[in-house]
């Protein structure tokens, strides 16, 4: 079974996100794991952060974990959908997709240890 592995908020400012949320809710965030355009939410399932972009979105991007992201890109066009070529980082390869009505989803195959 696929499921969600997980989902990053925009924001155009990181720190401002920080500092509200972490207010808020009390969270800490993993400075390890963080960067100058990302900050990852500490001890959080499922796993999740903030990026910084130029021009928000309101809704959240979902990452679907799945165990071989070629195949399951090769699935999306397939079905009438897009894929991205899949990018690479320390927590494994991931792809923009969109479904066959234009939704925008993200697939996440990923690194041992994740």
Known sequence: MVQLGYFTL?????????AFFGALFGWS???????????????????FGFTKVERKSDYPNLYFRVDDIAAACARVTDLGGKAAIPAESATGLSCVCCDDQGMSFSLWQP???Y
């Open 10 to 18: 925009d924001t155009v400012d990181i720190a401002k996100a920080r």
């Open 29 to 47: 965030f993993d400075d390890d794991a963080s960067k100058p355009t990302y900050a990852h939410v500490s001890d959080s399932q499922p796993p």
């Open 111 to 113: 690194a041992d240890g």
